[in-house]
């Protein structure tokens, strides 16, 4: 096979799998990211060496935001708003070079230093190019403004990673500080996209007969739920905005425990010991439980001495790591042909399962175990690329089983 040839079966084949594509490149990197970081935890103490990033941990925290979570946040974003325009001739070009833009993102820190640089900037194109495709398509729809906030907060991603390219390499601004900012506002993306998918499915009875959560006896209580969420998300949002500017321990601790009593009580109102018959809905109720561990970690970390990285990791690990997995399962398992409001196989509920025990591991346990901390990074590690080794293994051959957006799929 010529080169060629081999050039035009991918390129084929990418168009075919369309913006599935980069829940493909998401599992996969995400597996040998943490790989590579896991290996400065071992007793060898193993050295990473990559260029152009003020340190190691930033390029930690940086990649696993824009290079993993932005992967499924195209993905997701792309795949729900009429996916199948990618199938359009003219936007082929598009498409292939935005993949190609995220591929030179991720190799740039093992590049030669003097090239670099320009590598770098392709992180910058990629973010734009979701910016402005979900631009286009939200746009389109004069008649819903629901999903204007989805613009709003790639905006704000794309405009903080320019603000970390400029401080990375111009001009000296606080790296970690910006990577915070991003942090929480994947954080509240995430809490919005799965707090609605998580409403849906239980209020809809989006499930199997022998696993319907009943409920909702009256209206009232249905729209206390939905009062709560939105009292919620704005909580979240002054919560991330005071433990951004303030540091006052008694104001951070206040703000918390606000957040904690809506959060919690409209996820007792969710609850129902079914939901945990099928993964993909725990995978979702973890999420909002691990976002809300987050809050209250930060909230007494202050009184109580904790690692202060902990509510950070509780963020992204558990709150961030667990949605993304969940997430991709369920569009993945539903464009094959699946049916994702059944229980998935079972090797997708142990990766999701292995996922939320790595969570407890990486934020919870080191409150009580302080000084065996760097193990429970290490255990925690493991479990992060056991699970998705899982995850990939049942999903990555399902991502080539439909075989384009044409054909009929069941729920997602």
Request: net charge positive.
């Amino acid at each position: 096979m010529n080169v060629q040839n081999f050039l035009f079966i991918t390129k084929s084949k990418l168009l075919i799998i369309g913006p599935r594509i980069f829940y493909l490149l998401a599992l996969i990197y995400s597996i040998i990211h943490i790989f590579l970081w896991s290996l400065i935890y071992t007793p060898h103490e193993i050295k990473i060496k990559v260029i152009g990033f003020s340190s190691i941990f930033v390029w930690h925290a940086h990649e696993m935001l824009y290079g993993y979570t932005m992967a499924v946040i195209a993905g997701f974003l792309m795949v729900i708003p009429k996916g199948e325009n990618y199938f359009t001739k003219s936007a082929n070009t598009f498409f292939l070079l935005h993949c190609v833009s995220w591929l030179l993102a991720r190799i740039a820190p093992f590049a030669e230093p003097s090239i670099f640089e320009a590598l770098f900037l392709f992180n910058l194109i990629f973010c734009f190019f979701l910016f402005n495709s979900i631009r286009k398509k939200v746009l389109a729809n004069k008649k819903n403004y629901g999903p204007y906030f989805l613009v709003a907060f790639i905006f704000l991603l794309f405009f903080v990673e320019i603000l970390f390219y400029v401080s990375e390499f111009y001009f000296y601004m606080n790296s970690i500080f910006l990577i915070k900012i991003s942090i929480y506002i994947v954080g509240l993306l995430i809490s919005i996209i799965s707090g609605r998918v998580l409403s849906n499915i239980i209020v809809n009875d989006d499930l199997p007969s022998s696993q319907q959560i009943h409920m909702y006896k009256s209206n009232s209580l249905l729209n206390i739920q939905k009062n709560l969420f939105k009292f919620y998300i704005a909580g979240l949002i002054l919560f991330f905005i005071i433990i951004s500017i303030f540091s006052n321990q008694f104001l951070i601790l206040i703000a918390s425990i606000a957040v904690l009593i809506i959060g919690a009580a409209r996820l007792i109102i969710l609850y129902k010991k079914t939901i945990f018959e099928n993964m993909l809905v725990a995978g979702l109720y973890m999420t909002n439980i691990f976002i809300l561990i987050a809050v209250l970690i930060k909230g007494v970390e202050g009184y109580f001495q904790l690692i202060p990285t902990l509510y950070l990791h509780a963020l992204t690990f558990g709150g961030i790591g667990i949605a993304t997995a969940t997430m991709m399962s369920r569009i993945i398992i539903g464009f094959s042909g699946g049916d994702s409001s059944r229980k998935p196989e079972k090797l997708v509920s142990i990766g999701i399962m292995i996922l939320i025990l790595g969570s407890i591991v990486r934020a919870i346990l080191p409150i009580f175990i302080k000084e065996h901390y760097l193990i429970l990074v290490l255990i925690s590690e493991f479990l992060w690329v056991a699970g998705f080794g899982m995850l990939s293994v049942k999903l990555i051959p399902k991502l080539f089983q439909a075989k384009s957006f044409e054909k009929k799929t069941k729920k997602i």
